[in-house]
C-alpha cells in the first residue's frame, strides 16, 4: 500500500509502513486489554518482524482507529443479578412523575478526601466507549478518605449533615434513623415519605430492618426497593460531587475546617439545585434502560 497519489503510470510518494491488516491487528491487540500502554502495544506487535514499528507508527494507527489513552471511567463492579435488578427498577420506576419523585428522601454517607490524592488511570478507548465494562475502574464504596459524612435531601431541602467518627456500625445507623432521617423527613415531606437508602451491610441489619419495618406499618414511612450498585440512580450522588467542587474553591486548613465548610456548604445549597438534580430520575432511568442495566453517564 501506498501513501501516495498516481500521475500515470508512477506512484509518488512513501510506501506505507504499515498495511490494513497490520492496522486491525493493532486495533485487537489494544482492545485485548485496554491498559496495555503504547510501549507493550509496540512490543506485542513487533514480536517476529523483521522490520520493527516505531512507537509513533503505532500511535497514529491507535489514532486512526479511534483508540485514544483517556482516563478510565470509576463505577461500581455490576455482576448479572445486578443488572437484572437496575433494569427492573428503571422499568418500574420509569412512568414516575415529578411530584412522585418530589415524595422521595435521598440519603447516603460520603467521604470527603480533604488531603488525598486520587490516582487517574489510562485506558485506550473511543469517545463513545466511556462506560464500556473493559474501559473502566470497577470501585467498592467509600475507597479513601478524611471527613465522612450522612446526609439527606428531597426536593424541597436538606437534613443538616451528620459527622461520622470512625467506622459507622449499625446502631450508629439505627440512631440516625431514629433521631434525624425520619423525623427530619417527616418535618420536609410530612407522613408517608418515601424513603431512599443503599444496601450497605449497616442499612440492611436486622436492628435497622426490623425499625423500619415498624414505621411502614404505622404508615410514617415507604421504604424504596433500591438496587444493588447503583449509584448513578441517585441524585444525591450529584450532591456530594457539588459540595466538593464548592469545598475545593477554598481548601481546608484543617480536618475541624473542612467539617465546618462542609456543613455550611451543604447548607447553603439553593432548592433549585436539588429540583434539578430530583428531577432528573426520569433520564437516569431512561439512561439503565438504554444500557440494558448496565453502567450509564451519570
Known sequence: MYSARKIGKLEIGRKRLLSQADNRYIKLISKRNRRKTLPEIASDFNVGRQDSVSHSSIRRALQKNNLNDRVALKKPLLRKQN???RL????DHINWTPAQWDRVLWSDESKFEI???KRR???RRGKDERTKMDCIIPTVKHGGGSVMVWGAMCSSGVLPLVKIHGIMLKEHYHTILSRKALPGG???????LCFQQDNDPKHTAIINKKYLDNQEKKGNVVVMDW???SPDLNPIEQLWDHLDRMLRKTPPVSLTDAWEKLAQFWGD???????????SMKRRCEAVIIAKGGHTKY
Open 83 to 85: 443488572i437484572e435488578k
Open 88 to 91: 427492573k427498577f428503571a422499568v
Open 115 to 117: 488531603f488525598g490524592t
Open 121 to 123: 488511570v489510562y485506558v
Open 186 to 192: 417527616r418535618q420536609l415531606l410530612g407522613p408517608g
Open 227 to 229: 438496587p444493588p450498585q
Open 269 to 279: 445549597i439553593d432548592k433549585s439545585v436539588l429540583q434539578i438534580y430530583v428531577h
